[in-house]
C-alpha cells in the first residue's frame, strides 16, 4: 500500500523569509515542505481577513500548517479557513494571556503607532554603526533572513501582534518553545513542549531536534 504523503505548509516569523525553514528536512517518502511567504497588506485590512487571502496559496486539504512567532499567530487565524490535520506553532503564543507585559503596555498605550518601521529598510545604516560581536551577529541575521522591510507591513504586523484579541483555542495545538525565548518569556506560555536552551530563533539553531521530534508529532506517535 503506497504511504500518503502529508502536506506541510510553513509559514515565517514576521517580515521574515521561509529561508528560516532551509534546514528543516522531514523524510520525503512521508512528507512534501510548502514554504509560505508574507504578502503586503491591504488598507484597514484584518488579521483575520488576511489569514484567508494568505490560505488561497494552500492547495492541499488536511494540511499540517505550522507557523513561527507572529507566523504562529497567524497560522491559527488561517486555520479557521482551511482544513488542517495538525496545527503547529513555535516561539509563539496561543493566546492574548501569553503575550508579555511589555506587549500588553504598548498595545495599552498604542506605542506601536510610533515604531520606526521606516528604519527597516536601512539595516545596511545601522550596519555601519554596530559595535561589539552580539549586534553584528544580530545584524547579520537579520540581513540572512528578513525579507519584508515595507513600513506599511511592519506598521500593521506589530499592531496585529501586541493588539491580537484570541482567549479561546483549539485543544488539539501543538506549542513549541525554547525556554530561553526572550520575546515571549516561558513564564508566560502554558502547556508548550520546551525546548532546552532554545532561544525566539530556535527554529533556526535547534533545527536537528525539529528534523528527530516533527515526523513523530504530526503523525501523533
Not at 497588506?41 to 499540517?64: F, G, T
Not at 503547529?88 to 503607532?113: D, G, H, N, Q
Not at 536552551?197 to 504530526?218: C, D, S, V
Request: with cysteine; proline share 3%; hydrophobic share 45%.
Amino acid at each position: 500500500m503506497v504511504q500518503q504523503i502529508i502536506h506541510v505548509y510553513l509559514m515565517p516569523g514576521m517580515a521574515a523569509s521561509s529561508k528560516i525553514f532551509e534546514h528543516i528536512e522531514l523524510p520525503e517518502n512521508a512528507f512534501q515542505l510548502h514554504y509560505l511567504e508574507w504578502i503586503i497588506p491591504l488598507d484597514n485590512e484584518s488579521l483575520n481577513d488576511y489569514a484567508k487571502r494568505l490560505s488561497q496559496s494552500i492547495k492541499h486539504k488536511d494540511i499540517v500548517l505550522l507557523g513561527v512567532s507572529f507566523g504562529g499567530v497567524l497560522v491559527q487565524e488561517m486555520s479557521q479557513h482551511v482544513s488542517v490535520k495538525k496545527l503547529i506553532i513555535v516561539s509563539s503564543v496561543k493566546s492574548m494571556r501569553e503575550l508579555p507585559k511589555k506587549m500588553l503596555l504598548v498595545k495599552a498605550t498604542k506605542a506601536y503607532l510610533l515604531a520606526p518601521t521606516q528604519l527597516a529598510s536601512k539595516i545596511d545604516v545601522f550596519e555601519k554603526y554596530a559595535f561589539g560581536k552580539n549586534i553584528k551577529k544580530r545584524l547579520e541575521l537579520y540581513k540572512m533572513y528578513l525579507s519584508v522591510n515595507d513600513s506599511k507591513y511592519l506598521s500593521w504586523a506589530i499592531k496585529e501582534m501586541v493588539c491580537w484579541q484570541q482567549v479561546a483555542f483549539r485543544s488539539d495545538i501543538i506549542h513549541i518553545h525554547g525556554d530561553k525565548d526572550s520575546v515571549f518569556p516561558i513564564e508566560n506560555i502554558k502547556n508548550a513542549i520546551v525546548i532546552k536552551n532554545g532561544t525566539h530563533i530556535a527554529i533556526i539553531n535547534k533545527y536537528k531536534w525539529f528534523n528527530e521530534n516533527l515526523p513523530r508529532l504530526i503523525l501523533g506517535s
